[in-house]
């Protein structure tokens, strides 16, 4: 059975940074891709970033150049760093793990998700 847990949530000031994490077990992280997705109250999910197997990353416009996913094979952990935060970044973030290539985008091709962490980002 496929298990993800995120962690690393927070209220934080604009500007300031967080890195979310999303353990996985052995089989999901190394091998298949890895997203994180976003959902306010109220909208509907939205993707972040992704990073498939071994390296190659994606990213949604919003967060480019601010957000950085990366692995760490040894711990079965896929981070996501976030720098320069802004108030729209604010929102439950979820980690998604699926053999999807090349549909990383699309939520609907994850089969498992974690619980989600919250990110509130105060002006």
């Known amino acids: 059975q496929v298990q993800l847990a995120e962690s690393g949530g927070g209220l934080v000031q604009a500007g300031a940074s967080l890195r979310l994490s999303c353990a996985a077990s052995?089989?999901?992280?190394?091998?298949?891709?890895i997203a994180w997705f976003r959902q306010a109250p109220g909208k509907r999910r939205i993707f972040v970033g992704a990073?498939?197997?071994?390296?190659?990353?994606y990213y949604s416009d919003s967060v480019k150049g601010r957000f950085t996913i990366s692995r760490a094979n040894a711990d079965n952990t896929v981070y996501l760093q976030m720098n320069d935060l802004k108030r729209e970044d604010t929102s439950l973030y979820y980690c998604?793990?699926?053999?999807?290539?090349?549909?990383?985008?699309?939520?609907?091709?994850?089969?498992?998700w974690g619980q989600g962490t919250q990110v509130t980002v105060s002006s």
């Open positions: 052995e089989r999901t992280v190394n091998g298949n891709t």
């Open positions: 990073i498939t197997w071994p390296n190659k990353t």
């Open positions: 998604a793990e699926g053999n999807v290539e090349p549909y990383v985008d699309d939520a609907d091709e994850y089969h498992h």
